[in-house]
């Protein structure tokens, strides 16, 4: 089975019909999930519950994305997130903080400072 899925710079696609799908979808086996450049919105958390298996997540779009990884997947032990906004970065950090298995976070920061005391 799938256990690998790599997107990126494909600014223009639709997630719809992939979340009108999930509702038929059993749990998926995938592990390695690296989504960037891919117009992701708000409401790919619904993709993100049926990858419980997920240990490894590069992921850039709204933080509501990684409050779902972090509920969904309790395997998580790689994140790397790429953040525009500071709203966005503060609600990224509360969720990962309840993930136990998470060893690696790697943050890219684009459209402002982060300062070290942060």
Aim: include cysteine.
């Amino acid at each position: 089975q799938l256990q690998t899925v790599h997107l990126s710079a494909m600014p223009f696609v639709s997630w719809t019909p992939c979340k009108l799908a999930t509702r038929r979808w059993s749990d998926r086996n995938i592990t390695k999930l690296h989504v960037r450049g891919i117009n992701l919105d708000s409401e790919f958390g619904i993709i993100l519950a049926k990858l419980p298996k997920l240990v490894d997540l590069e992921i850039d779009g709204p933080a509501r994305n990684i409050t779902s990884a972090a509920m969904s997947c309790p395997n998580l032990q790689r994140v790397s997130y790429q953040v525009a906004s500071r709203p966005h970065l503060d609600e990224a950090l509360a969720a990962l903080v309840n993930v136990p298995q998470l060893k690696v976070l790697e943050l890219r920061v684009k459209n402002f400072m982060l300062c070290s005391e942060q």
